[in-house]
């Protein structure tokens, strides 16, 4: 049998204006390497883990997180999410004002390019 499985979770934040905007680039700046490390090479639960910032219509926006894998089913894939998202929390809060100013700085500036 196949033993293929994905897990695709979309965290859609609803209609957003340019300053909500910004702030879930940021978001998905801080967290796109941390996920991928974390769950890709480090708990190796699939051959594709992909974070990406989604648009659905005009301007409705959201998180996405998915997970392929052949060794694991969907249910266990969520569990390992939700619990990198905990973990991520407490990275967001351990981070100096110096840390989060350049990661501001960073998506500003790929904003603006």
Known sequence: GNTNSCMKVLYQMGPMELPENACL???HHLMKEPAFNELRTEEQLG???HTAVKTSGDNI???LFLIQSDGFDPIHLDER???FL??????LY???PEQ???NV???VKMLTE
Request: hydrophobic share 50%; glycine share 8%; proline share 0%.
């Open 61 to 63: 926006k959201g998180l």
């Open 105 to 107: 700085n960073a998506v």
């Open 81 to 83: 999410l939700e619990a």
């Open 100 to 102: 989060f100013e350049s």
């Open 47 to 49: 051959y594709i883990v």
């Open 94 to 96: 351990a981070m100096t």
């Open 25 to 27: 680039s940021l978001m």
């Open 86 to 91: 905990g973990r991520f929390r407490s990275t």
